[in-house]
């Protein structure tokens, strides 16, 4: 777990120091405005802390920490590309048996989006390609599958308001036979309001409609954000309660919180 935590940071000062000779820096309120929406064009590193107790028949916690960084890529004037990875570090407790512990990587989640290079009144959408990479380092962590399937986003901003919704399916086709398939919807809408500070309140729902065991959850993630630095490092804060709203019984938790270390890198 060690050297996994170590490489992702790596990762992120490499980040800066390609970064380094960037031009000046955006306003807070442009920095904001543009962490609020999936596909703009702005590298960025969020690390997303998600921390749920009371989890299930054994009353379990669960610690997953997401390493998401997004990097656009320009391909003509007019369009964009949009890389963004969801790299799940999990340890959790009590979940499987009493007295168990699982840590790891879980499986991670790779997206590309097209996206027009231009907003038409405040209105940008994105489409691409979701791949499911069976990473996970313990099988009660992962799906064993590798999976494929679409993904889209559109999202409106006007007058400090950013809303709009992320989805994407996924099937497997290929992995252990002997786990089961893999036939999973992602929706997420998502609204945040950004004052000129950059200060922003807002939220999301994430429902998980698994059609293979026909199971829906449905948690709602309302938080608080703030741009800062940290020493000549332009970051995201944002924290806030997860709730959930309709999740089985199996794997529903009393009370989570999240926590958003976000580190950005304006072009």
């Given at each position: 777990?060690?050297?996994?935590?170590?490489?992702?940071?790596?990762?992120?000062?490499?980040?800066?120091?390609?970064?380094?000779?960037?031009?000046?820096?955006?306003?807070?309120?442009?920095?904001?405005?543009?962490?609020?929406?999936?596909?703009?064009?702005?590298?960025?590193?969020?690390?997303?802390?998600?921390?749920?107790?009371?989890?299930?028949?054994?009353?379990?916690?669960?610690?997953?920490?997401?390493?998401?960084?997004?990097?656009?890529?320009?391909?003509?004037?007019?369009?964009?590309?949009?890389?963004?990875?969801?790299?799940?570090?999990?340890?959790?407790?009590?979940?499987?048996?009493?007295?168990?512990?699982?840590?790891?990587?879980?499986?991670?989640?790779?997206?590309?989006?097209?996206?027009?290079?231009?907003?038409?009144?405040g209105l940008t959408w994105g489409v691409g390609p979701a791949i499911l990479?069976?990473?996970?380092?313990?099988?009660?962590?992962?799906?064993?599958?590798?999976?494929?399937?679409?993904?889209?986003?559109?999202?409106?901003?006007?007058?400090?308001?950013?809303?709009?919704?992320l989805v994407n399916q996924i099937w497997s086709i290929a992995g252990n036979?002997?786990?089961?398939?893999?036939?999973?919807?992602?929706?997420?809408?998502?609204?945040?309001?950004?004052?000129?500070s950059g200060a922003g309140v807002g939220g999301n729902f994430e429902i998980?409609?698994?059609?293979?065991?026909?199971?829906?959850?449905?948690?709602?993630?309302?938080?608080?954000?703030?741009?800062?630095?940290?020493?000549?490092?332009?970051?995201?804060?944002?924290?806030?309660?997860?709730?959930?709203?309709?999740?089985?019984?199996?794997?529903?938790?009393?009370?989570?919180?999240?926590?958003?270390?976000?580190?950005?890198?304006?072009?």
């Amino acid at each position: 777990m060690k050297k996994i935590i170590f490489t992702l940071f790596a990762v992120t000062l490499t980040i800066a120091t390609i970064n380094a000779q960037e031009k000046p820096a955006q306003s807070a309120e442009e920095l904001a405005k543009k962490l609020a929406n999936p596909v703009a064009s702005l590298i960025s590193v969020p690390f997303q802390n998600n921390t749920d107790v009371g989890i299930g028949a054994f009353n379990g916690s669960r610690n997953t920490t997401n390493f998401q960084p997004v990097i656009p890529i320009s391909i003509s004037e007019k369009w964009n590309l949009i890389s963004r990875v969801v790299l799940p570090i999990v340890t959790q407790h009590d979940i499987t048996a009493p007295g168990l512990q699982q840590s790891g990587l879980s499986d991670a989640l790779v997206s590309a989006f097209f996206s027009p290079a231009e907003a038409k009144n405040g209105l940008t959408w994105g489409v691409g390609p979701a791949i499911l990479v069976p990473t996970a380092t313990d099988k009660l962590l992962g799906t064993e599958k590798l999976g494929v399937g679409p993904t889209a986003v559109v999202l409106k901003q006007k007058n400090g308001w950013t809303y709009g919704a992320l989805v994407n399916q996924i099937w497997s086709i290929a992995g252990n036979e002997d786990r089961a398939d893999v036939n999973q919807m992602f929706v997420q809408p998502f609204f945040v309001y950004n004052w000129k500070s950059g200060a922003g309140v807002g939220g999301n729902f994430e429902i998980t409609q698994n059609w293979e065991g026909k199971t829906t959850a449905v948690f709602f993630n309302p938080t608080i954000s703030g741009i800062t630095k940290l020493g000549t490092q332009m970051v995201q804060l944002a924290v806030g309660p997860r709730i959930p709203v309709s999740v089985p019984s199996v794997s529903r938790p009393d009370f989570g919180i999240r926590a958003v270390l976000s580190f950005v890198y304006p072009k």
